[in-house]
């Protein structure tokens, strides 16, 4: 007997040409704008605030916000929406930007009893999807520890998806955040909490990064495909927020908070490995009677891509050498030690990041159990690529 479950979108969702004209209709008065210091150095806050005059709202702009965003400066946006008491918040900028604005207003409303605070996000990457989700990623710097935030008050009022913010992130950027998106929707799709809701977006985010995501990096120019990613980005954070993740992210989570490095492209150096892990079919297995439940989901998502190849196990090898081709197409790094990291330090960090990565609410919802000796032995692995 299947339990009761439910699906809902909470998010208004504006997109298109000239979403960010929505900004000029807010019905707002008094409005913190929170962002990166880059949002506001390149003249890209020019786009928002001119549309909050365009609204008579009153506002000031919050830029104290780091990537990996640690506790301390979530406790100075604190400090600043109490004393500033504004009726909403814009955020504005990647991943960090928004998951900080969401633990800042979260942690701001409690503080004041004030929960009407509508909070807009507005993402300047196509990636983490967090404009509408549920979920908030935080640094503890002193521990080397990332905290998912999960809490439905999390979930942002409105999202305004304007591909004219995307035009200029930079190819190595396009390819992490991408490969995040990816990760995300396969995750998603793979998790022991997926149904056919999530199923759905999943399956359309996957397969618009499978015609799209190269396309975006190669040409910053190719607005199409940057609009399509910027859809494919929130199609996946509709996705997981329904059906949660895995231990791919619970491991980025571990790796990132570490060794700090960029979230998608931890999730991207994982992803062939947790895909062997789940399916338990790796370059020697051969034809068997029964696999894994994950394996029909793999052997979808290569159908999905164009991949569907001539059985189950040269199917979903089909899959993992499409997501390294990829990789390596967009000029990113296969492997740890190509992200500079030392080996001493990295293999003495392993058994604290394998207990992070069981720890990790991600990885709940993965399709098969992970022991630590199993875990460990991902790490080990995800050092050198010499094992493809």
Not at 96 to 114: H, L, P, V
């Amino acid at each position: 007997m299947e339990i009761m479950k439910s699906f809902d979108i909470k998010t208004k969702i504006y997109f298109g040409d000239d979403a960010l004209d929505r900004l000029s209709q807010l019905p707002y008065k008094r409005v913190l704008v929170i962002t990166d210091p880059f949002v506001v150095r390149s003249g890209m806050i020019q786009m928002i605030t001119y549309r909050l005059s365009d609204a008579d709202c009153e506002f000031e702009v919050f830029d104290d916000v780091v990537p990996d965003p640690p506790i301390e400066k979530i406790s100075i946006g604190v400090k600043k929406m109490v004393q500033y008491n504004p009726d909403a918040v814009v955020a504005v900028g990647g991943g960090s930007a928004i998951d900080s604005a969401k633990a800042i207003k979260d942690f701001a409303s409690r503080a004041t009893g004030r929960t009407d605070v509508a909070l807009i996000a507005i993402p300047t990457t196509s990636g983490t999807g967090s404009e509408v989700t549920a979920f908030s990623v935080i640094s503890d710097p002193e521990n080397n520890k990332k905290y998912p935030l999960v809490s439905d008050s999390l979930i942002p009022t409105e999202a305004i998806l304007d591909a004219a913010l995307v035009k200029s992130v930079p190819p190595a950027v396009t390819a992490d955040t991408g490969m995040d998106v990816l990760t995300h929707a396969i995750e998603a799709y793979v998790s022991i909490n997926n149904n056919e809701f999530s199923a759905a977006l999943a399956e359309k985010a996957i397969e618009i990064c499978g015609v799209f995501l190269l396309r975006s990096y190669l040409d910053n120019n190719d607005t199409h495909a940057r609009k399509k990613m910027h859809v494919a980005s929130c199609l996946a954070g509709l996705a997981f927020n329904s059906a949660s993740l895995g231990l791919n992210h619970g491991i980025a989570h571990a790796v990132g908070a570490k060794f700090h490095i960029p979230h998608g492209r931890a999730n991207a150096m994982l992803l062939p490995h947790i895909i062997e892990f789940n399916s338990d079919i790796n370059k020697h297995s051969k034809s068997r009677s029964e696999y894994l439940p994950a394996v029909k989901k793999y052997v979808n998502i290569a159908k999905l891509l164009g991949l569907s190849n001539f059985n189950t196990i040269t199917t979903v090898r089909s899959l993992v050498n499409w997501i390294q081709f990829m990789m390596k197409e967009m000029n990113m790094p296969m492997s740890v030690s190509q992200c500079g990291v030392d080996k001493t330090e990295y293999f003495n960090s392993i058994d604290a990041m394998a207990e992070n990565a069981l720890n990790d609410a991600c990885t709940k919802t993965n399709p098969r159990v992970p022991s630590k000796v199993e875990v460990v032995s991902i790490l080990k692995d995800l050092y050198d690529e010499e094992r493809w």
